[in-house]
């Protein structure tokens, strides 16, 4: 009995670990510059999108007798085209990814050595990269109850940094709508709300047939702590640094809650943020080996000088970074699993622990919403 509440929990803790990553930090930045009703409007409906598309992904692996990952099941479903959009979702995606983490990562480094060090965010970032790459070249990777423990600690930073914060709030801080702003969340809560690739690996964790019965409440549980999380930093910060709420979030609650607190914060988030980076770039620099036929070197070349190369020819906008990816890996990601998950239906080989039943016209409302958000990312930028 312990054992199955113990992979319960590990397959609840890898999924809300593997969302819940850089995109919190801009979300209170959204919310600050487009206003509660635009921004939380599309927290409730891209979160409810993206709980569909995550369960979808949850079926299509236990419809399915081999093990694959995304890639994988696209072309058993899809053929070799649905493989190759993936492809570039996966690539782009990924890559984007470690570029977002690369320039948060050096903005908190800044506010973390700022009592000893002057160091503009940009050698901090590329510090931050060349620390990491190491472990990534290595294959080094954190055991999963490490992982778990960051993540804890990342909870109790912020509920810390909460208490702190909750008294400073200033209700006229908060603004309805900001018109020329309402498409800018978009992307950023998208990317925010992303963690596909994690679905797969909680399978393994559940063993057997009746822990996989409770993988659609894990998804759904997922999703309700995340969304009451993002609800409540977004509502806290803001109301804390309102029209100064910094793009990371964090250096603009300075000169309200104090250094030394928000260094406490920066230093928590930082270690958050290498665990993810390193989980991020050992799946892309496996995926290059494994599935594509990369050497090892030129895997690790490809997974790290690809975001640096980037970082130095000028991209270091995090917001826009993580809008675009969120934005990109939402609309090809996203149409794939529904698709996916439309031919699982009648070609899966396997009986699913469970069934998810859904109207074809909903699928294709959902399809509309990633589209239809893609586009939008035009006007936003």
Known sequence: MFGHKKNLFFALSILIGTIVGAG???????????????????????????????????????????KHRLPGFAQKYLGKQGRVFITISVIVGLTGALLAYIIIGGDFLKIVFSPI????????????????SYFIFKGTKLIAP?????????????????????????????????????FLPYGVIMFSLIGFSAVPEIIEVLRTSEERKKLK?????????IAILYVLFALVMVGVS?????????????????????????????ITLADSFLIIGLYLRNTLIYDYGFSKLSAVLFTCGL???????????????????????????????????????????????????IPSVLLYFLMAIFILGAISQVFAF
């Not at 600050?32 to 009703?37: H, R, V, Y």
């Not at 990109?328 to 699982?344: D, H, M, R, S």
């Open 307 to 357: 975001p640096l190369i980037l970082f130095l020819v000028g991209f270091r906008s995090f917001i826009g970074t993580i809008s675009f990816i969120g934005t990109i890996v939402g609309v090809i990601e996203g149409i794939i699993i529904i698709l996916v998950f439309k031919q699982a239906k009648k070609l899966g080989d396997r009986v699913p622990e469970y069934n998810f039943k």
């Open 217 to 225: 409440k894990i998804i759904i549980a997922t999703f309700f702590i």
């Open 24 to 66: 919190i930090f801009g979300i209170p930045y959204v919310v600050a510059k487009s206003g509660l009703i635009p921004s939380f409007f599309y927290l409730l409906i891209l979160g409810g999108t993206a709980l569909c598309v995550h369960l979808f992904f949850g079926e299509i692996v236990l419809r399915t007798k081999e």
């Open 146 to 182: 490490t992982e778990i423990v960051t993540n804890f600690l990342f909870f109790i930073i912020i509920f810390i940094v909460f208490c702190f914060a909750f008294p400073k709030i200033n209700l006229d801080n908060y603004t309805l709508v900001n018109p020329p702003n309402i």
């Open 242 to 270: 309102g029209e100064g709420t910094s793009p990371e979030t964090l250096q603009g609650l300075i000169p309200f809650l104090g250094h030394k607190i928000i260094l406490f914060g920066a230093l928590a988030a930082v």
């Open 117 to 132: 060090l002057d160091l503009p965010s940009f050698y901090l970032s590329l510090f931050f990269l060349a620390s990491l």
